[in-house]
């Protein structure tokens, strides 16, 4: 008995401890200055754990489209090559400003296919990385998947060789930019919670939601070069 009433205390202590922190700002959050090596190891394994948790459940569609890897190159070079970079950038002091770092597209990355859709479909929490679900369909986000298993083996010129010609609108129209693919339940923290086969447990859109993206409304995009 005694023992555990030396136990509470000391976690009651700790949690005062932690709230006195908290309240007088000692920790850090400057993204110029890294987190302690426990805190970011804590970080990435949450990170790590809960990405491969939530993609276990999504089925992967075939990837080796030559006309999807062409959409996606289109995405990329919009929405991502600012943060991801693009084969041949050298100006690395955007994404070099950010922490955590945008880790380089360019280079062979880790993640599976499926794993790569869950987090650009949702983002990632506390980072810049964005979750393009809500602007763009399950086809396009595809399509992007399908050029990153590729570009890793993309050189400059073959890389600008997969984009859109210039002032070509019929290639990116955005058709879906401002329909969220799935609207968001008011007062659910976030409508995607569920750990297994989350993509699978998604419902259709009922007839008094808003549309979903159409999935052959092609989306338009500035393309930068
Ligand atoms: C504003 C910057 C920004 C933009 C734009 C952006 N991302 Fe990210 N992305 C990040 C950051 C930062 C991370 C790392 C987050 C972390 O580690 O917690 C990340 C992580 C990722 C990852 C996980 C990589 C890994 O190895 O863990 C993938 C895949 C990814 N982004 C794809 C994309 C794609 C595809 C696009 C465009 C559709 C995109 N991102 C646009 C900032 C960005």
Same mark, same amino acid.
């Given at each position: 008995?005694?023992? #555990? ?14 709230? &006195? #922190? ?17 805190? +970011?190891?804590? &970080? +990435? ?13 999504? /089925? ?5 489209? +030559?006309?999807?890897? *062409? ?9 991502? !090559? ?28 880790? #993640? ?17 990385? @964005? !979750? ?6 399950? *086809? ?19 890389? *600008?060789?997969?984009?859109? !010609? /210039? ?14 693919? /799935? ?8 409508? /995607?919670? &569920? ?22 409304? @092609?989306?338009?995009? +500035?393309? *930068?070069?």
């Amino acid at each position: 008995m005694r023992f #555990l009433r030396f136990v509470f205390s000391l976690a009651l202590l700790l949690a005062v401890a932690v709230g &006195v #922190l908290v309240y007088i700002g000692w920790y850090e959050v400057a993204a110029d200055k890294p987190h302690a090596q426990g805190v +970011e190891w804590f &970080v +990435e394994q949450v990170r790590d754990r809960s990405i491969e948790a939530r993609a276990r459940g999504v /089925q992967v569609p075939k990837l080796d489209d +030559e006309a999807m890897v *062409r959409d996606g190159a289109g995405h990329y070079s919009a929405m991502c !090559a600012d943060c991801h970079l693009a084969p041949g950038d050298s100006d690395t002091s955007f994404p070099d400003a950010l922490y955590p770092r945008p880790p380089r597209l360019t280079a062979a990355n880790d #993640l599976t296919p499926a794993q790569q859709y869950w987090v650009i479909k949702h983002g990632i929490k506390l980072s810049a990385m @964005p !979750a393009w679900g809500a602007t763009h369909n399950d *086809r396009s986000i595809w399509n992007i998947v399908a050029f990153l298993q590729r570009l890793p083996a993309l050189t400059p010129e073959q890389y *600008r060789a997969l984009l859109p !010609a /210039q002032g070509d609108t019929t290639a990116h129209q955005h058709g879906a930019l401002e329909t969220p693919v /799935q609207e968001p339940t008011p007062g659910a923290p976030n409508a /995607q919670s &569920v750990p297994a086969q989350p993509d699978e447990a998604v419902p259709e859109a009922k007839p008094d939601e808003k549309p979903k993206a159409k999935p052959d409304e @092609p989306e338009q995009h +500035e393309t *930068r070069r």
